[in-house]
């Protein structure tokens, strides 16, 4: 019994000491990493402008660029934008940025420091850019006057051989739609299911696509007969959606427009939409218009324009005076909807539930 029991004290002993090293050991190597870790400081310090910040396209910016006091000798900086590639070296870290070319919204400048060839470090600065071009003042004038159905929470609104197509929106209540622009009278209609809130439609050759808003769900539809022939999905809200007939352009409530591949619904680029002020949000329903897209503003009694390869907004069109009676100040019956006839080059815009569909004209001041 005693040889038993100094057994047990030995072995627990044992196994006490080795956990204890083992222990040990770990927290030694933990301090190793932790160390190594810390000895990797950043080279690279940009002493301005900070991260962020808002300027003017064709402002050139002053970047001010220093090395930290370490022992790897830096012989060369590098930097790369979109576009273009600039070595600087280390006696003269003075850089210009050239931002006419530039988009509005985010660029990012890419800077990298090199010794004996290998980079060793880099450093990422990201600045903002308003338009530098005042958008021109337009104001919305009534041509002719249709009828509009009432229950439609128009959401997406696109006209095609002499038909309107209508998506409406609400949960149990959105549809796909084709109407008689001059009757209103609705001629086919498609229910989405009822978890769906309908949003932006557009036709993509002889397809339908309409999105929804949370549910990271389109769907693509026979333009004919309205049969479901694919669903998508994406990782964002969905708002607004068009196109210039070789890709799609989606809005999601921001002020960022995404550019899509039309069949598999990849991105294929962005842009942020800016004004000589800056970004403008809530960015809903879109229509493509020679070579502009024309984009409802959530909750506002105007349209703007933009032109989808800077992000610039050159027009903004003021809609009050078509505003129906009763619906000014709405906070859910907004204006909502653009459509264009190419063929005839007829412009419409309508509203959510809205009694009247309305050819317009855009009248600058």
């Not at 995404?258 to 939409?273: A, H, K, S």
Request: net charge neutral; hydrophobic share 35%.
């Amino acid at each position: 019994m005693h040889k038993l029991l100094t057994f047990i004290i030995i072995t627990s002993f044992f196994l006490v000491t080795n956990a204890c090293q083992n222990k040990k050991q770990q927290q030694e190597k933990k301090e190793i990493k932790t160390n190594e870790v810390t000895k990797r400081v950043s080279v690279i310090e940009v002493k301005s402008p900070r991260a962020g910040e808002l300027f003017t396209l064709s402002d050139i910016v002053k970047v001010d660029i220093a090395l930290k006091d370490i022992e790897q000798n830096v012989d060369s900086i590098i930097i790369q934008t979109e576009n273009t590639q600039a070595t600087l070296l280390t006696e003269n870290l003075d850089y210009s940025w050239e931002t006419q070319n530039l988009k509005t919204g985010n660029n990012t400048l890419q800077i990298s420091a090199y010794a004996k060839g290998k980079k060793i470090d880099s450093y990422t600065l990201k600045l903002r850019f308003k338009s530098d071009i005042k958008p021109k003042l337009y104001e919305c004038r009534i041509v002719n006057t249709y009828p509009h159905d009432t229950k439609a929470y128009t959401q997406g609104l696109f006209y095609d051989d002499g038909i309107l197509y209508e998506g409406t929106g609400q949960k149990g209540e959105s549809s796909l739609r084709k109407v008689i622009l001059e009757t209103g009278e609705l001629i086919q209609s498609l229910s989405l299911p009822a978890k769906y809130f309908g949003e932006g439609i557009t036709a993509f050759g002889d397809k339908i696509i309409q999105l929804t808003w949370t549910s990271q769900t389109g769907f693509v539809y026979d333009k004919e007969n309205f049969t479901l022939i694919n669903t998508l999905q994406y990782p964002t809200q969905g708002w607004g959606i068009t196109t210039d007939g070789k890709k799609l352009i989606m809005s999601d409530g921001s002020q960022t427009i995404y550019f899509l591949e039309p069949e598999y619904f990849t991105e294929i680029g962005r842009i942020e939409v800016y004004d000589h002020e800056g970004p403008v949000r809530n960015l809903n329903e879109l229509e493509y218009i020679d070579g502009l897209v024309y984009a409802n503003i959530f909750l506002q009694e105007e349209i703007i324009a933009f032109d989808p390869k800077t992000g610039k907004v050159v027009k903004r069109i003021d809609c009050r005076k078509v505003i129906p009676d009763g619906y000014r100040n709405e906070r859910d019956n907004v204006l909502n909807g653009i459509a264009y006839d190419k063929k005839n080059n007829r412009i419409f815009i309508t509203g959510k539930r809205w009694p009247h569909l309305y050819e317009v004209q855009f009248k600058e001041f």
